[in-house]
């Protein structure tokens, strides 16, 4: 037998005659090869193809053809699509097509079935609706019928998320109620809010070929090919082909070129995983040496060599890293692969399971060589325990290097400077590089650091002192667990500072022409009676909420001119358009009435909002038009103060445009008012004219990273589970002096903080020293994430609850779980 196979044999029967310590090292290795692992499976699972949507898109039809808004320019391309609105009257546009025609354009032999998107205007909002026979043969496929019946006229069917039973009454607003036959399932999307009827009351918001639009499935006698999309596009038809789908590369993904700066942030991001992997499993591994020191003695003394007993050692790390890392990839595949439809509820998309074999090969080769570096350590240490020592039941001696103070200290220094270096670069990759350069200088630095802390300790009470020395004297175990806690909470911190930097800085970012609750109504090129029937609309439906009114310039030849001016707002060149108003807008976009910019607006100057963008009394102003030559105009300002602070823009009296050489039009509606959830003020005005928009001022909308708090989580389990697991070794080291403790009569609670104050000082020295570095590096980190330009500073924030919670909180939660540690010892037989 080899020294390799009876090495792996022993590893085995060790394994399972340590099963506590086993599970916690595959534990250790596994839980990141599942997590990734799972993450890989699942975003494959939930990602399609076009041809593993195509029966839900067309169900048994050669193609589906959607038609575009009247006035719009529509060009198809394999790689995508484009359209735009030309600028003419909307009272002059062409005719909508009919099912005749666009038979004819697609051939003889061609059959059309109506299939037209929208939504269903609800008393308390509004719901997706098709609007289609879902009897027809053409639509097989593209829903299943899971409960009743498919609907036929009058009737609808629903998807479960709607919560409607065969039976139930669906009643649309403004609308005779829809009768529930049948509940109805997407293949790809559970979902998915969504009524199917062949006759449903539809109310268009915004075309769009992939969600809204009327258009028709067709089977035609030959495959529609690209050919044929561009004459459909200038008809007015967006196209949708199985053919041109099938003839697309399947199960294709399009990689881009990994640039430097993506290689050296994921190798960073590899080696900090692995090198907290390894500190975390690390004391466990010294567990098993621990337990294991005097079979290796024996083994020794029997003739095996110092490459024997690394052998030994390495076979630790070769069967619970292979075993953790096999369990987790099998996991984590089923893992991902069910748990795909059950996040497709919550959104999103799944279709057949997929493993991404590739990087999930990666995953687990990583976890093996986890493993095995794991060990690494507890290997070179049994190759160079005293073989005497160990068997006459002496504790080994440590012995410190004399030179890894100072190669640790350079390395922290050659990560300080490469960290000044790496924040002025673009980008986060080089910081995280840097990270790992000071990453490594404290974990060689660790085992002094232990050792400065045996002096200090002759000042604390008799518990702690005993814990302190105990863990100084033992560093072996020691320097392992303080290092794997300064690794988490470095990282911990270091993501808390650089997201809550970033969140700041989008906050900050924040800007808008309008203040928080403002309403906005604005028409496109239109005539001034169909504005005259806009505005009476508007006030129709927002009777008693004053409107301020806003203007539109024009030139001689009647093209339309947007006036624009560009700011700096927190870094970032920030375009606006000024508006054209009186004293009634003035006073909307100030929120009171200021008289000295109402005095300057009525003398013909600009009100302006941004302070950067007056120079000598002066706003320069580019006016742009898409059918007329630009055009640079210098006009008198004033500064004024705004309603909100986030809030930037400028107003300009229609004397001024006017002086200008330009006309103005009445063309914007603005209020102080906030639109109902439910509100359809979009829908019905739209109804007048479609160049109309509607934009309702909301503030800044989003909240802090709740992902954040998850690292916390993550944080909680590494940190207390590698302290925990470090303790229980600390009292199994200490079980003489806790049993000579207990023989002159110490009580259990003075026992107990002795192993408490163990947890406690692996936890605070890890904790510390990994606010230190988390701290450096989080704040170079904020600089790639929050600058946007030469001249911008960075955006530093500290999220305190959090740093608390991470640097204070978990440590004090190790502790406390320590002291549960069960610390009642049988008195041992002594000879006297």
Known sequence: MSAVVAALRLARRNAWRSRGRSALIMVMIGLPVLVLTAILTLLETMSLTPQEGLVAQLGAADARLVQAPKGTVLQQQPNGASWSMNGGDDEAAAPELDAAKVAALLGPGTRLLPFSTGTLRLGTGQVDALETDLRDPLTRGMLTLS??????????????????????LLRPSGAAPLRVVGVVEHPHRPSLRKAVGPDLPLTPLFWSPSEYGPGWLADTAKPVSWAEVPALNTAGLYVTSRATILDSPRGLVAFSVVNQQQTVGLGAMVIMVVLETVLLAGPAFAVGLRRRRRELAEIAAQGGSAGHLRTIVLADGVVLGGAATLVATVLGIGAGALGAPLVARWGGQVGPPGVPWAPVLGVAALGLITGLVAALVPAVQAARQNTAAVLAGRAPTVADRPGWPLAGAALVLAGLAATMVARR?????????????ILFGLVVLTPWLVRCTGGPATRLRLPLRV????????RSRTVSAVAAVMAVTATVVAVGIGTQSEYMDRRNAYTSARP???????????????????????????????????YQAKDAQGHRYALRYTVRWNGIRTPRTAAIGDQALLRLLQGRHDPQAAAALASGKAVVFDAAAVRDGKLTLRAGSTSGPARKLDVPAVLATPADEHQGGALLPRTLVEQAGFTTAERALYAMYRLPT??????????????VTVASEEGYRNVPDPGLWAWLVGALVLVVGGTLAATRLAAADMRPERATMMAIGAPPGTLRLVVAGQSLYISGL?????????????????RPLTTHGAGDPATIAIPWPFMIAVVVGLPVLATVAALITRTRLPLAPRLL
């Open 425 to 437: 670069q673009g980008g986060s990759a080089w910081v995280l590089a840097s990270a790992v350069l």
């Open 678 to 691: 439910d509100s359809m003020l979009e829908r019905d005005l739209a109804k007048v004219t479609p160049r």
């Open 766 to 782: 890890g904790a510390l020293v990994g606010l230190a570095a988390g701290t450096v590096t989080g704040v170079a980190l904020s």
């Open 147 to 168: 409960e009743g019946r498919l609907p036929a006229a009058g009737e609808v069917a629903v998807t479960p998320a709607l919560g409607l039973r065969p039976g139930d």
């Open 467 to 474: 814990a302190v020395r105990d863990a100084v004297r033992h």
């Open 516 to 550: 928080t609750g403002m309403l906005a109504i604005w028409g496109g090129t239109m005539t001034d009676g169909t504005w005259s029937k806009l505005r009476a609309e508007t006030v129709r439906r927002l009777p008693g909420v004053p409107l301020a009114v806003g």
